[in-house]
């Protein structure tokens, strides 16, 4: 079965220091997406991404963050200058279409960031 | 600002016995609606949806069931099996956001052999 691949799995960096999560999305999938879970909180969308640009972002998406599909099949999601409180799990997420219907998601198995 | 409230945290249910989850919602413009399951070491693996012009959805043992009126839905799994011990969550969507699901902070399942 398809599936969506997240590296690094764990990536522990100092404050201040800049970090780069990596996604490979299913190869026919069209959307992609970030969330991310801080520790014992719900999963908050981060940002949607189609046809090379940003469909939409949250609040937490600030410019600290950006996005990028460098080549064909990886999706990264760049912080740049790390804070205590973006260390949480990130889930990397595709989909296939979003019109009429339910927008299933297909997700990583996460990246987890610890800001030390 | 939670839209999307399952307020059972935890949920232990006998082998072979109904598992009902429960998840209420603030904001009238969500459409569709959706369950994910997530064990440990893994993403949310969606299970179930239900749109918002239906009253009830079901894929095998899967049923969920939507009350526009009270802004409730339930997922019902019957009959329960351990191996459907994990971390539930509801989500919903907006058909002008379908990409941004809001989700609740999710029930655990515990389903005892």
């Known amino acids: 079965e398809p599936e969506v691949t997240q590296t690094p799995s764990h990536q522990v960096t100092q404050m201040g220091q800049e970090v780069i999560l990596r996604c490979v999305p299913i190869?026919?999938?069209?959307?992609f997406y970030w969330y991310r879970q801080i520790l014992g909180q719900k999963v908050e969308f981060l940002v949607s991404?189609?046809?090379?640009?940003?469909?939409?972002k949250s609040e937490i998406f600030d410019d600290q963050f950006s996005v990028e599909r460098p080549d064909g099949s990886n999706f990264t999601l760049k912080i740049r200058s790390t804070k205590l409180e973006d260390s949480a799990m990130y889930f990397c997420?595709?989909?296939?279409?979003?019109?009429?219907?339910?927008?299933?998601?297909?997700f990583g198995a996460g990246s987890r960031l610890t800001v030390l | 600002d939670q839209q999307v409230k399952q307020n059972s945290p935890s949920l232990s249910v006998q082998e072979g016995r109904i598992s009902i989850l429960n998840c209420d919602y603030t904001?009238?413009?969500?459409?569709?609606f959706l369950w994910y399951k997530k064990y440990p070491a893994e993403g949310p693996t969606f299970l179930i949806s239900i749109s918002s012009i239906k009253d009830k959805n079901e894929d095998g043992r899967f049923t969920v069931f939507l009350n526009k009126s009270a802004k409730h839905l339930s997922l019902h799994i019957v009959p329960s099996q351990p191996g459907d011990s994990a971390v539930y969550f509801c989500?919903?969507?907006?058909?002008?956001?379908?990409?941004?699901?809001?989700f609740g902070k999710g029930t655990k399942l515990s389903v005892k052999p």
């Open positions: 989500a919903a969507s907006a058909v002008r956001s379908q990409g941004n699901l809001i």
């Open positions: 991404f189609y046809n090379n640009e940003i469909s939409e």
């Open positions: 904001n009238s413009m969500f459409d569709y």
């Open positions: 190869s026919n999938h069209l959307y």
């Open positions: 997420a595709s989909s296939g279409q979003v019109y009429s219907g339910a927008n299933v998601l297909t």
